[in-house]
């Protein structure tokens, strides 16, 4: 925890094995859009949601494309969230990622952070572009302050 004069919370957490579904579908803005759901539970947050798009125009194995995240813990508060790097590794059908957190609502307001996810994938797909998923992401640090620079939009 910070000094109370800087009026900044910090807490660290670790997700361990959040599962769920992935679908690749298109648009008229997207090539190829995959989204995924699933459910596990977080400390501080309880069991929780995660509500992931991807916007791929290349190939998704190599492309980081425009993606979005969304963690809703038990009580609906919720945490905002984007991708700024991903390594694959097609041979294991895993990949490793960077999260980054930007804000939140109810308790998760002004939310500030970055994790690195591992996450492991039925790969290819099912005949339907579907598969499974399990995402764990290595301890890392939200810290709650009114100067996230950490936002899509800030330069």
Do not use: M
């Not at 996450?119 to 890392?140: A, C, H, K, Q, Y």
């Amino acid at each position: 925890i910070l000094s109370k004069k800087s009026k900044e919370k910090t807490k660290s957490f670790k997700v361990v094995n959040l599962e769920g579904n992935y679908a690749f579908s298109g648009s008229a803005s997207c090539a190829s859009i995959l989204n995924a759901t699933g459910q596990g539970t977080v400390p501080h947050l309880g069991l929780s949601n995660v509500s992931e798009e991807w916007c791929v125009n290349g190939d998704p194995a190599f492309e980081l494309g425009e993606r979005s995240i969304t963690i809703t813990a038990a009580n609906g508060d919720e945490l905002y969230g984007y991708h700024t790097t991903i390594d694959f590794d097609l041979e294991n059908a895993r990949f490793t990622e960077t999260l980054i957190i930007y804000d939140g609502s109810g308790r998760f307001k002004n939310a500030c952070g970055t994790f690195v996810e591992n996450v492991e994938v039925s790969f290819p797909p099912d005949e339907n572009g579907e598969g499974t998923f399990t995402l764990n992401i290595e301890e890392g640090t939200l810290t709650f302050t009114d100067d996230c620079d950490l936002r899509p939009d800030a330069d």
